[in-house]
């Protein structure tokens, strides 16, 4: 008499193929993501003022052309002035792939206002199609002198408007849900 074995149990199973690829989310998902960061950034510990200071950092460093350095430099500002490191994080994303071009040439044409009429200097124009940076390299230190005091200019109106906004919302929707 030959005695039947029951099979073996199997350890690694066949993945079935998902509903739908990956890449492609339906809008309750993505509402439902969006909701889920939303409730984080208002549950982060600290006060209103702490957390804050940290997301005007964060948006100060985002209106820099340093692609790669903005948030390393927006959590150094936040450690240097005590702000919270993840909201400047979060907030170097004002700046990005999207959102470069229309930030950098804003910052460029504030930059050449306000350079225009304090040291009383020809604007520079840029050129009107670039084949390579070569050109851009071309306009020189003058183009990155406008861009870079725009930036901080834009920068320093961008992280006061944050900061003022972001303290009475956090102290707003505390009040209102902690009732304190």
Same mark, same amino acid.
């Given at each position: 008499?030959?005695?039947?074995?029951?099979?073996?149990?199997?350890?690694?199973?066949?993945?079935?193929?998902?509903?739908?690829?990956?890449?492609?989310?339906?809008?309750?998902?993505?509402?439902?993501?969006?909701?889920?960061?939303?409730?984080?950034?208002?549950?982060?510990?600290?006060?209103?003022?702490?957390?804050?200071?940290?997301?005007?950092?964060?948006?100060?460093?985002?209106?820099?052309?340093?692609?790669?350095?903005?948030?390393?430099?927006?959590?150094?500002?936040?450690?240097?002035?005590?702000?919270?490191?993840?909201?400047?994080?979060?907030?170097?994303?004002?700046?990005?792939?999207?959102?470069? =071009?229309?930030?950098?040439?804003?910052?460029?044409?504030?930059?050449?206002?306000?350079?225009?009429?304090?040291?009383?200097?020809?604007?520079?124009?840029?050129?009107?199609?670039?084949?390579?940076?070569?050109?851009?390299?071309?306009?020189?230190?003058?183009?990155?002198?406008?861009?870079?005091?725009?930036?901080? =200019?834009?920068?320093?109106?961008?992280?006061?408007?944050?900061?003022?906004?972001?303290?009475?919302?956090?102290?707003?929707?505390?009040?209102?849900?902690?009732?304190?």
């Amino acid at each position: 008499m030959s005695v039947e074995q029951p099979p073996l149990p199997v350890i690694f199973r066949e993945k079935k193929a998902p509903h739908r690829p990956p890449y492609k989310r339906s809008r309750s998902q993505i509402k439902r993501s969006w909701r889920y960061f939303y409730l984080r950034f208002l549950r982060l510990r600290g006060t209103p003022h702490y957390i804050s200071r940290g997301l005007a950092f964060g948006v100060f460093a985002g209106c820099f052309p340093l692609f790669g350095l903005q948030t390393i430099i927006g959590v150094l500002l936040a450690i240097i002035f005590r702000g919270h490191k993840l909201t400047a994080a979060a907030g170097t994303w004002v700046s990005n792939p999207l959102t470069y =071009v229309p930030i950098l040439a804003f910052n460029y044409k504030i930059g050449q206002f306000l350079l225009r009429f304090s040291i009383g200097k020809t604007q520079v124009s840029l050129p009107d199609n670039w084949q390579s940076w070569i050109e851009l390299k071309e306009s020189g230190l003058v183009f990155l002198i406008t861009l870079f005091f725009g930036c901080l =200019v834009v920068g320093l109106i961008s992280a006061i408007l944050t900061y003022i906004v972001s303290v009475r919302f956090l102290s707003r929707w505390r009040k209102r849900r902690y009732g304190l």
